[in-house]
C-alpha cells in the first residue's frame, strides 16, 4: 500500500536504496564485500540476512557514511553518496549494532540533541520527541537516566532517536538482538507503523522469523557476497525440498540404505537427516528404512521455511577446503546442524 505513494505513475520509480558492485577492503586486507548490487524499493521492509562475518555491518556502514566504500556505487533516492554524501545523510536514520548513546543523558535530551544536530529547531524537536518517546512506550521515562533503562528499553530508545529527523530510510542493523520475543514482538509491531506511515525499512537480523514475518523482501549475504535475493515468497517458493529429523529406535546401522532422490544423513546413532523433493511419498521412505530393520520412533520437520532456505544458500558457497562438511552430500545441500532456530 505504502509502496506507490510517492511518484507519479509516469515517472519510474527511484529506489530508496541502490548499490551497485560495491566493494570494501579494509586495511588489514580482509575483503567485507567482494561486489555487491541491490535495490530496495521505496515502501519496502526489506531484511539483509547472513551469518556472523558476512559483510552486514559493513555493508550498512557504507550506506550510512560510517565506513568508506573501496569500490562501486551507493544512491539513495537517486543521491550518489560519493557526490552529494550530506543530502544522501539527511533522508537516513540509523540504528547501529551497539548502543552508542550517552546512557548519563536522559532520553528526551538525546532525542532533542540528536535532532539539534540534524538542525532540527528546539520546539519542533521537542514535539516530535514526545511522539517518539509514546511511540517507543518510554513516555514515562522520559527524564530518567538512560543507564537505568532495560536493554530492550535502550534499542527502543535507539530507534526513537532515528526517527527524529523524519528519515524516509530508516536502517537497523540487528535491532533484537539480545532482546527477549515479548520485547521484540512489540519492536516488530513499532517497526510495522514506521513502515506503513510510509518510511523504508532495512534491517539485519539474525532472527530468521523475525525476517519472515516483517520482510517483503530480502537478500541473504555471506562472506561478502549476495548468494540470493528477491521477495521473501518467491525465495521460499524456490524451496522444493523438505527437511526432516528422524528418532530412531535402537542405533543405526553403519551403512545407511540409498533412497534414490533423498539425501540421507545420519546425525548421530539414533537420529537421521533425510532430505527429499516435496511431492514424494513418505510411505516409500518408511519402506526402505523398514526393509534396512530401521524403526522410525518419531519425526518433525527439520526447521522453518526460512532457515531452510538460508542453510541452503549459504551452504552453497562452502565449499571450502578446510571445511571437512559432511562428505557424502553432493552439491548445495548440508546437514542440519543449525535448526536451533538462529543462523
Ligand atoms: N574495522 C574493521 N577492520 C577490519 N576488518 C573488519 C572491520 N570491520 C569488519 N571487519 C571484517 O569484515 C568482515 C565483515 O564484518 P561485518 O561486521 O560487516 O559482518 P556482519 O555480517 O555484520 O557480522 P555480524 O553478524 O557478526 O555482525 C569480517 O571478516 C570482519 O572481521
Ligand atoms: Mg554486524
Known amino acids: 500500500m505504502t509502496q506507490n505513494q510517492a511518484s507519479p505513475s509516469t515517472a519510474p520509480a527511484v529506489p530508496a536504496l541502490s548499490i551497485r558492485d560495491l566493494r570494501k577492503t579494509y586495511d588489514n586486507k580482509v575483503e567485507a564485500l567482494k561486489g555487491v548490487s541491490l535495490d530496495v524499493a521505496e515502501g519496502d521492509f526489506f531484511a539483509l540476512l547472513g551469518p556472523n562475518g558476512a559483510g552486514k555491518s559493513t555493508l550498512i556502514g557504507i550506506v550510512s557514511s560510517l565506513v568508506n566504500l573501496t569500490s562501486g556505487s551507493v544512491q539513495v533516492h537517486g543521491i550518489d553518496l ?8 539527511r533522508m537516513i536514520g540509523l540504528v547501529p549494532q551497539e548502543i552508542n548513546f550517552n546512557t548519563f543523558e536522559q532520553p528526551l535530551d538525546i532525542l532533542v540533541n540528536y535532532a539539534g544536530f540534524y ?19 518510554l513516555w514515562d ?15 527502543r530508545l535507539m530507534i ?35 513502515n506503513a506511515a510510509g518510511t523504508t525499512i532495512i534491517l539485519t537480523t539474525h532472527y530468521l522469523e523475525e525476517a519472515e514475518y516483517l520482510c517483503r523482501n530480502l537478500a541473504i549475504i555471506d562472506r561478502g557476497t549476495i548468494v540470493a535475493q528477491g521477495p521473501m515468497r518467491q525465495l521460499l517458493a524456490r524451496l522444493d ?8 529406535d535402537g542405533e543405526l546401522p553403519a551403512q545407511l540404505p540409498d533412497i534414490e532422490g533423498t539425501i540421507v544423513v545420519a546425525r548421530d546413532d539414533h537420529t537421521l537427516d533425510i532430505e527429499m523433493p516435496r511431492a514424494m511419498d513418505l510411505n516409500r521412505v518408511f519402506g526402505v528404512l523398514d ?32 571445511d571437512p562438511g559432511p562428505a557424502q552430500v553432493p552439491d548445495n545441500t548440508r546437514t542440519g ?3 536451533g532456530g538462529q543462523a
Not at 560519493?82 to 544522501?88: C, L
Not at 521515562?141 to 534499542?155: H, I, Y
Not at 525440498?241 to 530412531?248: H, M, P, T
Open 241 to 248: 525440498v523438505e527437511g526432516f529429523v528422524l528418532d530412531i
Open 82 to 89: 560519493r557526490r552529494d554524501r550530506s543530502a544522501a545523510m
Open 119 to 137: 538542525g532540527v529547531s528546539r520546539d519542533e524537536a521537542i514535539v516530535r520527541a514526545e511522539e517518539e518517546l509514546k511511540r517507543a512506550q
Open 160 to 194: 526513537a532517536r532515528a526517527m527524529m529527523t523524519r528519515p524516509r530510510l530508516l536502517i537497523l542493523d540487528e535491532p533484537t538482538a539480545g532482546v527477549d520475543i515479548e520485547i521484540r514482538r512489540g519492536m516488530w509491531q513499532t517497526l510495522r507503523e514506521i
Open 337 to 339: 546442524t543449525s535448526a
Open 291 to 322: 526393509q534396512a530393520g530401521i524403526r522410525v520412533r518419531s519425526m518433525r520437520t527439520k526447521s522453518n521455511r526460512l532457515e531452510e532456505l538460508f542453510v541452503r544458500m549459504v551452504a552453497a558457497g562452502d565449499a571450502a577446503p578446510d
Open 141 to 155: 521515562k522520559a527524564r530518567m537516566m538512560s543507564r537505568t533503562l532495560s536493554g530492550g528499553m535502550k534499542r
